[in-house]
């Protein structure tokens, strides 16, 4: 049920292989090396988050950060302590925690050219409260290498800096920028319209600086998922820029951007600078290659594909990215920058247009909007996707505001609910949600506002005058007819010493080997003299798994031990079979 992350290879052997890359192109593929080296821990579940972190402490694992936006840990161990680990059913995925560079080439214009046929100043900018605007209300991260907090022609409300030191994630409010990529981004986003320097395209945005790389342009994917983390846990910034890439897909990077998307969030970043002159080839980097993140391709003066500009399926938009001019740190100016971080920009400074012109528009109605309104270049839509960003277009695009509620819609394992996430809502409306299970289940509960009501497939909200919730539960359709439960690990015959921790996993299922759900299941380990020394009782998960973390206690008999599993459902009892496993205890 685990997540292969690798390929087709078998995935303990792959997961090897990609680790120890990490440790050197020189180094041999033998599998006798100790040198650790950082990984991404994803879970199922991080419910018992002590028992998790436990585990991987176990497994040898020194960890240096946990999340709540996505159940993973992140810590530092040898290819060979990953792999085992992996092994274990608690466990989704292990991948690496991969560098990741901001995005820019050799040596950019755009702001006249996303406003289309106006000229500055932008009547699109207008005066509030009419839908036009220059961005006031909205807020808009850049997660880069920061920006210069004293430049006279940006302002920015506030930030944080998060790096990986040692085994420590750390995080700060030294956000400045030395590099200067990120304050040439942000110029672009959100430069002030105060006649000196240059002008952004929403220079009255709430501009936050999240420092995820460091000095050098680099910095780890642990990083980035708590700078998102951070923002969605701030409830007041609306848009991401992400000028920044990589080659290698991480799970635990797309999650983070799926979830801070179901948040509300609108993520944009750069597509890449992997082009080639024939503009052929599925070039797209990541994040930008993920579904709840904008690709944005780079444009010249010419509105053609700028040389270097990624290409393929994933582009969504393409906006100027060559020598483009904008602010850089010690409150200086610079032209001739280009890269698709330089295009990323346009377009979320336009998005932040459109959204403070309806701030109850939900972040897949800005996203529509400015696919809609895109001018077509007439390049290949892996060129340029739906085509180039217009502000003007996009801004007139929004009506005057109209009252909107939120829905909420959430669902349990073994099926899903559509649309999943919080839906905005016209007032007066009807809203209809398809409940879905998988196969070999059926529609459980559905709950509305935290009032039960009939399990159906299909629930439609009508004339929508407040704001709502919906939850939806799943149960299987299969009949128990008989019981199997086994102790899955440890190996029997594992020797443990004092103050070892190790998991103790049971898996139950019925006649068709098809896992059980909601199994009560009992864990006894008995001593070499048969006496009763720990028992744990719970239900076994959407897997058919009951996992508990043992600990051999300082100063316990060495000797054999037993190991014991007990499961029960309905009216049905299973008892692991003989010979029982066991281990063995000696002392430190």
């Keep these: 049920m685990r997540k292969i992350v690798y390929g087709n290879l078998g995935k303990v052997t792959a997961l090897l292989i990609v680790l120890m890359l990490l440790l050197g192109s020189s180094m041999s593929l033998g599998l006798g090396t100790s040198e650790k080296v950082d990984v991404l821990i994803g879970f199922h579940n991080m419910s018992e988050r002590a028992q998790n972190r436990a585990m991987v402490r176990a497994f040898g694992g020194e960890i240096y950060a946990e999340f709540n936006l996505v159940d993973v840990i992140a810590a530092r161990m040898t290819p060979q302590q990953a792999a085992a680990l992996s092994k274990n059913p608690k466990i989704d995925y292990i991948e690496p925690d991969a560098e990741v560079y901001a995005l820019e080439q050799t040596t950019p214009w755009g702001i006249d050219r996303v406003f289309g046929d106006e000229s500055y100043p932008f009547p699109t900018w207008g005066t509030p409260p009419e839908v036009k605007n220059k961005g006031a209300g909205i807020g808009v991260a850049v997660l880069d290498t920061g920006i210069d907090v004293d430049h006279q022609d940006l302002n920015v409300v506030g930030g944080k800096r998060f790096y990986l030191r040692g085994l420590t994630l750390r995080s700060d409010d030294l956000y400045d920028d030395v590099y200067g990529h990120g304050t040439h981004v942000a110029g672009t986003i959100a430069a002030l319209d105060n006649d000196i320097g240059v002008v952004g395209v929403a220079p009255e945005v709430s501009l936050y600086a999240v420092k995820v790389l460091g000095d050098n342009g680099s910095g780890s994917t642990s990083a980035i998922i708590a700078g998102i983390q951070w923002v969605r846990d701030q409830g007041n910034i609306s848009i991401i820029n992400m000028s920044l890439g990589s080659s290698l897909y991480s799970s635990t990077f797309n999650n983070a951007c799926k979830n801070a998307y179901l948040d509300g969030i609108l993520i944009v970043a750069s597509a890449g600078n992997s082009g080639n002159d024939a503009g052929t080839g599925n070039t797209v980097g990541y994040p930008a290659k993920y579904d709840s993140v904008i690709a944005v391709a780079a444009s010249d003066s010419s509105d053609e594909r700028a040389y270097f500009s990624s290409t393929g399926p994933d582009v969504d938009f393409i906006a100027p990215g060559v020598n483009i001019m904008s602010t850089v740190p010690d409150s200086l100016y610079e032209d001739g920058w280009s890269g698709t971080s330089m295009a990323s920009p346009h377009v979320a400074g336009t998005a932040a247009l459109v959204w403070a012109a309806d701030p109850m528009m939900s972040n897949g109605d800005v996203w529509q909007i400015l696919t809609t309104t895109a001018e077509d270049l007439s390049l290949p839509s892996e060129h340029q996707g739906n085509g180039l960003v217009r502000a003007d277009r996009a801004v007139d695009a929004v009506a005057t505001p109209v009252t909107k509620y939120s829905i909420n819609a959430t669902a349990g394992s073994n099926g899903t609910i559509t649309p999943l996430g919080t839906v905005y809502v016209t007032e ?10 998988d196969p070999g289940y059926q529609v459980a509960d559905v709950v509305v506002d935290n009032n039960p009501v009939e399990a159906v497939n299909n629930y439609e909200f009508s004339n929508v005058t407040s704001d709502h919730t919906i939850h939806a539960t799943f149960k299987s359709t299969a009949t128990v007819d008989a019981l199997d439960v086994s102790i ?6 594992h020797t443990y010493k004092w103050n070892d921790l190790f998991a103790i996993t049971a898996k139950v299922e019925d006649q068709n080997n098809t896992s059980v759900i909601g199994a009560s299941v009992t864990i006894e380990v008995f001593n070499k003299d048969g006496t009763l020394i ?27 031990y037993t190991i014991k599993a007990t499961a029960s459902f309905g009216d049905l009892t299973s008892v692991s079979p003989d010979p029982q496993v066991t281990f063995n205890v000696i002392k430190r």
């Design 534 to 560: 720990n028992r744990y009782a719970g239900t076994t998960n959407e897997f058919g798994i009951f996992s508990v973390t043992h600990k051999v206690s300082k100063g316990a008999a060495t000797g054999i």
């Design 488 to 493: 899955i690990s440890p190996e029997s015959g």
């Design 428 to 437: 007066g409306s009807n809203q209809s949600f398809m409940i879905t299970p």
